[in-house]
């Protein structure tokens, strides 16, 4: 499936020897493949059932047939949660991958003076429980009694509403799940920076290149496959974020913040509906899945 | 000559990137200094108005009631236990499978390829009921084990040797075949060591996930003696009040050991650059 | 290649590690059901750990029978119990939540308990099915008002004392509001978000809220509900209320304890915090308002269960006993801060606050007077429970929250509330 890369890298043996190789890769694969029929397919097929009846987590469960994706076609209030996540999605990632691959590449670089420390400070936040870091960042943010708010006003401006203003509380969001996340994708680039060979670079500076020259046109693209994996992560990511809402906002205000999990939550799972919040999930999971053909589509017309 | 130009063209560099990544330091240390000053301040502190940074009278009591609230060492070291089992079987697990992904062209495997990320598109709720049958059906429940194996696929650290393994150049592949190295043998000897940056990447993100795993553990164990970290913090906050001087604090506690393992795996990614003369 | 062959040597020595510590793992769980005498006892809130903990010493001397004490976080507790019953894990006895449809089956009868007369235990409020007692609860709990002194004290408004001589709403917010303004605090008041406190707002103004009819469904509330929740919505103005509280998740005790609003309605729960962490100003437990009805939601702490683990079930039951005899119970609810389930205790609360002390008279008085109304909510979901239904209610937080951000009006509330409840009864 992922696999612009490899169409990237030029085949260097020819493709009918690969048929010679089977047991190899399958020995190779055993241990997840296994793994992975007895902890993904075996629950999931057994939610998948789940989603054509009407379940509640007690007793039996009565089959409806295609009731609960019929329900779910129908909800406005579905549209507007996923309609929330990918405005969500497309903030988050973009920024995401810009902080994270630029401290990366930072913290790589000989120039910066300070890294042992700043590498610390970049890696703290992702290790904060999602309920610490909602205290943290509505101290900060909080429209209440919040510091921002707290410097605002002693300066003779009005308080933000940055908790019941929709907008402003999701890209506190935004900033929260960056703030947090960062150091997981940093750390997937500095494994590819430091793959990157040095030779490249000398090479670039003979030639006077100048560091933008550079980054464009060494580093990307031998960090390609890389950012690739980081953007797709992220966006599937993205598109299930959940923990952060309910711990800043609560996926407030109101429910106009409620992505597409928490729908799932608030209408499924908090209401003992498990038919029709595993319904929702499967759909979810097809449209996670058509993202990622989609991201695979635009990443293999890039590179050729 | 040379040199000297070179130091004074660095000049301008240094200074530059230094500001640049100093600014971003305090942008993402700004809210964790808050964290880490607000672990030492007494419960009527936390959210007093009008607000202020440092302590006034500062205090180590959170500390001390985080250590005492629940058996603090050892949850420690069943939380290690988890996550140095499940890290050593995910980093090999994942890096067998990355491996055959690259390196291999069979159709399965890219098949195989999207199920593995299909993991993780369902929420973990949806999965959390039905997976919790089939570990009991496999006796896997109330132990340690029942929380690890679930765990060791992983999509994050499959990819992540996979992308890895696509940029290590095919002749080196084709060399030991000619060499009459055996399939398995060649991973083994010649392309898990090389993968040695993201090995240790892995190990860290491993360590951070089982580390801060907290509903698995919680429904799988039964035996307060075999509660992990995550759990016995959890129990800080109540049904209606959280004591919060003694979860920062607690929380505080337990993020040491993560920053003390991510400092010395990283210094190895850092210093890792013996595989560079290969890529041309 | 040196270093792959150091490199293969170390990935040997890993994987064999690996396969030790799994090993260790798995024969860690042979030791599970640890000694053959003693029993578990699974309980939420760290708070509450010394009080069971000190009952179970002087349990074990007496009967010799070793209580093992499990604090199980009370986020992923119920889930904990139903995955537990599904896997013949329930412990042997507990204090949970609420009990589920899922497992209420395998509890066993506690009537010799309930029913003791030198027990006095409150009947009202105990879980049966007809003659068998499901569960006693470990103690009562009441939503209740909280007020900053200190502001009361600074702006000179004076506040009731007795709740047999209580204040209406509007009274209480004409002197919160007059308080605010002298002091220049920021609100009059915040209201936890909760589908049980807000139970209290509509009983106090009269209504009934939301009840079960006769056919075992969710009726469409009364008028004065309806008008409650109005009134409800119209105070989070961001002036007597903040938005944030019941739109945006924004901890209602955390901005109390800034000492910036003039009052909080919550329950007794907070008595202890606030005696431990409010140290910039004073504060008070005072009557809750009644306009017209004097009523709070009454509810109940831990429900306390025994389960039928074969031969566990004899010691599980002595230990529940052991826990409400008089004299022992007294104990646990000194220590633990507990309104007692029992009548006729005289319990010294080790608070060094005054208001502490005061809080607790306070809250026991006004149990003593809330109309029958205030424990409904209980009674409905033993009802629910009876006719093997399991309703959440958290709906009507999220239903509220809608409103208040004028995503849909009052009527619409209330009927998304009633349709959401009863689209989960079978």
Request: proline fraction near 5%.
């Amino acid at each position: 499936m992922v696999d612009s890369a490899n169409r990237a890298t030029p085949r260097w043996w020819p493709r009918r020897r690969h048929n010679s190789y089977t047991v190899a890769p399958l020995i190779l694969i055993s241990v997840n493949l296994l793994l992975f029929l007895t902890f993904f397919v075996w629950p999931a097929i057994i939610g998948l059932a789940y989603s054509f009846t009407s379940y509640t987590g007690v007793g039996d469960a009565p089959w409806v047939g295609l009731e609960n994706y019929r329900e779910l076609i129908g909800d406005t209030d579905f549209y507007a949660a996923l309609l929330r996540t990918l405005i969500y999605t497309a903030c988050v990632v973009p920024l995401m991958f810009v902080m994270s691959l630029g401290i990366a590449y930072l913290l790589v670089s000989p120039y910066a003076k300070g890294k042992p420390i700043a590498r610390v400070i970049f890696f703290l936040p992702w290790l904060i429980s999602p309920i610490i870091a909602g205290v943290i960042w509505r101290w900060l943010f909080g429209e209440n009694f919040g510091l921002v708010n707290f410097v605002i006003t002693e300066l003779g401006g009005d308080p933000v509403s940055w908790q019941s203003n929709g907008d402003l509380s999701l890209m506190i969001v935004v900033i929260v799940a960056t703030w947090a996340g960062t150091a997981f994708n940093m750390l997937l680039f500095i494994a590819a920076l430091k793959n990157v060979p040095v030779s490249y670079y000398e090479a670039a500076d003979l030639d006077g290149a100048n560091a933008w020259q550079k980054f464009r046109n060494i580093t990307l693209p031998a960090i390609a496959p890389t950012s690739f994996i980081v953007v797709l992560l992220s966006t599937l990511h993205a598109m299930k974020e959940y923990t952060y809402f309910v711990a800043v906002n609560d996926g407030g205000p109101g429910t106009e913040n409620n992505l597409i999990v928490q729908y799932i939550y608030e209408t499924g799972f908090k209401r003992t509906q498990m038919g029709y919040a595993s319904a929702a999930s499967f759909v979810l999971l097809l449209i996670l899945v058509i993202v990622a053909v989609l991201q695979l589509i635009a990443s293999r017309r890039k590179g050729s | 000559m040379a040199a000297s130009r070179s130091r004074t063209g660095d000049m301008p560099k240094k200074i530059g990137s230094s500001a640049i990544m100093w600014l971003l330091a305090a942008l993402y240390g700004f809210p964790l200094l808050w964290f880490v000053v607000s672990s030492f301040k007494p419960g009527g502190e936390l959210f007093s108005y009008p607000l202020t940074f440092w302590p006034k009278n500062p205090t180590l009591k959170g500390y001390t009631d985080a250590w005492t609230s629940f058996d603090f060492p050892g949850y420690l070291i069943n939380t290690m236990i988890v996550a140095i089992a499940a890290t050593l079987l995910t980093i090999m697990v994942s890096a067998a499978c990355g491996y055959a992904l690259a390196k291999y062209g069979n159709w399965w495997l890219k098949i195989f390829a999207g199920c593995i990320l299909a993991t993780t598109m369902l929420p973990t709720e949806t999965i959390l009921a039905p997976l919790f049958l089939v570990v009991r059906n496999l006796g896997l429940y109330n132990s340690l084990s029942g929380v690890v194996i679930p765990a060791v696929i992983t999509a994050t650290g499959t990819f992540m040797f996979r992308q890895f393994f696509v940029t290590v150049p095919n002749d080196l592949l084709e060399a030991a075949r000619i060499d009459g190295s055996s399939e398995l043998s060649t991973f083994f000897r010649i392309m898990l060591p090389l993968s040695r940056p993201i090995v240790l990447t892995l190990a860290i993100f491993s360590f951070q996930w089982r580390w801060n795993e907290y509903l698995w553990p919680l429904i799988i164990l039964n035996e307060p003696s075999q509660f992990t970290l995550q759990i016995g913090i959890a129990g800080i906050v109540g049904a209606n009040n959280v004591n919060w001087s003694i979860l920062i604090s607690a929380s505080v506690l337990s993020m040491v050991p993560l920053v003390a393992i991510y400092l010395v795996f990283q210094k190895y990614v850092m210093n890792a650059d013996i595989n560079a003369g290969l890529k041309d | 290649m040196g270093i792959s062959a150091s490199a293969r040597k170390g990935w040997l020595a890993a994987s064999v590690v690996g396969a030790l510590v799994l090993g260790a793992c798995s024969s860690g769980s042979g030791s599970g059901d640890g000694d053959p005498k003693g029993i578990t006892f699974w309980f939420s809130t760290s708070a509450q750990d010394k009080g069971y903990t000190e009952l179970a010493k002087e349990f074990e001397a007496k009967e010799g029978i070793k209580v093992e004490i499990v604090n199980v976080p009370y986020d992923g507790y119920q889930d904990k119990l139903s995955q537990a019953a599904q896997a013949n894990a329930l412990p042997d006895t507990a204090s949970v939540p609420s009990l589920d449809p899922l497992w209420v089956n395998q509890v066993q009868d506690l009537a010799s308990i309930a029913n003791n007369e030198a027990n006095k235990i409150n009947k009202n409020l105990i879980t049966a099915d007809g003659d068998k007692v499901l569960s006693i609860p470990s103690d009562i709990t009441a939503a209740g008002l909280y007020i900053n002194k200190s502001l009361f004290d600074k702006a000179g408004v004076s506040f009731p004392t007795d709740p047999a001589q209580t204040w209406t709403w509007t009274d209480f917010l004409a002197a919160t509001t007059k308080v605010r303004e002298a002091t220049n605090a920021k609100y009059d008041l915040v209201y936890d978000n909760s589908a049980a406190r807000i139970r209290g707002w509509i009983y106090t103004h009269g209504g009934t809220g939301f009840q079960l009819g006769a056919d075992g469904r969710f009726a469409a509330p009364d008028a004065a509900t309806v008008q409650a929740l109005s009134e409800f919505s119209k105070i989070n103005d961001d002036k007597v209320m903040p938005k944030s509280v019941w739109t945006s998740g924004q901890d209602p005790n955390a901005l109390f304890k800034s000492g910036q609003v003039v009052a909080y309605y919550s329950g007794v729960w907070q008595v202890a915090d606030f005696a431990d962490s409010i140290t910039d100003f004073e504060w008070a437990s005072v009557p809750s308002p009644a306009q017209p009805t004097h009523a709070t939601d009454i509810n109940l702490g831990g429900k306390m269960v025994a389960f039928n683990n074969g031969e566990k079930a004899e010691p599980a039951k002595k230990w529940l006993d052991f826990i409400f005899q008089p004299a022992n119970y007294t104990k646990l609810a000194q220590t633990n801060g507990y309104l007692p389930i029992e009548t006729g205790l005289t319990l010294t609360y080790p608070f060094e606050k005054k208001a502490a002390q005061d809080a607790f008279a306070l809250y026991i008085k006004e149990i003593e007077l809330a109309d029958p109304i205030s424990s409904s909510g209980q009674a409905n979901q033993t009802k629910l429970l009876l006719a093997k239904q399991k309703v959440e209610d958290a709906l009507i937080k999220t239903e509220m929250a809608k409103f208040i951000n004028g995503e849909q009006d009052v009527q619409k509330t209330v009927d998304a509330i009633v349709s959401g409840l009863n689209d989960q009864i079978k």
